[in-house]
């Protein structure tokens, strides 16, 4: 079967860095993708990896290692309105997509 | 907002009952997705059409049924109602037939079946 396991719950404090790491066990792997999700709101697209290493985008940052199964997102200069769910989702052969549960961040003064 | 348009906002019916969920894509995107979003199960991926033509199917239960039209709005049809269909859907389009590029979601219909 497909597994996705994240952190369920963060706390940050405003303008520090956090990492939020997701875990997978998929077969027929074919991308890894962050998204942002607000309380009552659709999810938004932060990042995609399909290849090994780091991406980075302003504030935002992800990281993939095919090997471990592992990804990271980094969120760095955090601000209030960065307090969201945090949803990571893979791609597998066959173009199906597999979320994990998201984990709930909460940005604090 | 995203692009992705999503009728109706809310929906209320009782179990058995059967209900139609419409998306409209982005201008422009070829396909889309639908995903049911409840609190014990977060995200599950349903199905993705892409230009008229089932692309790929994930975790959805044989009373639920989608299609894209020649116009590429999509319909998802949700039969014999249970309680446990209530839930939060989704739908999202993307520009890519292989689901390489980021999907763009719709605000999401709430299903409430009592």
């Known amino acids: 079967g497909q597994n996705i396991d994240q952190p369920t719950e963060m706390t940050a404090t405003e303008g520090a860095i956090v990492q939020i790491n997701c875990t997978y066990q998929?077969?027929?792997?074919?991308?890894l993708f962050w998204y942002q999700q607000h309380a009552g709101e659709a999810p938004t697209f932060l990042s995609y990896n399909v290849l090994d290493g780091l991406e980075e985008k302003g504030r935002f940052s992800s990281f993939l290692s095919r090997s471990k199964g592992y990804s990271y997102l980094l969120l760095k200069e955090l601000q209030m309105k960065d307090s969201a769910s945090y949803l990571c989702?893979?791609?597998?052969?066959?173009?199906?997509?597999?979320f994990g549960t998201g984990t709930s961040l909460t940005v604090i003064p | 907002d995203s692009g992705v348009t999503q009728t109706p906002k809310h929906l209320i019916t009782a179990t058995g009952q059967r209900v139609t969920l419409r998306c409209s894509p982005r201008?422009?995107?070829?396909?889309v997705y639908w995903y049911q979003q409840s609190l014990d199960q977060g995200l599950q991926f349903l199905i993705q059409y892409y230009n008229g033509e089932e692309r790929a199917k994930g975790n959805i239960l044989e009373r639920f049924s989608a299609q894209q039209f020649p116009d590429l709005h999509s319909e998802l049809n949700l039969s014999s109602l249970e309680l446990g269909d209530s839930a939060l859907y989704f739908c999202?389009?993307?520009?890519?037939?292989?689901?390489?590029?980021?999907?763009?979601f719709g605000p999401g219909t709430r299903l409430t079946v009592t």
């Open positions: 999202a389009s993307s520009g890519s037939r292989d689901g390489s590029y980021e999907q763009y």
């Open positions: 201008s422009g995107d070829l396909s």
């Open positions: 998929t077969s027929g792997f074919n991308g």
């Open positions: 989702a893979v791609r597998v052969s066959g173009n199906q997509f597999y």
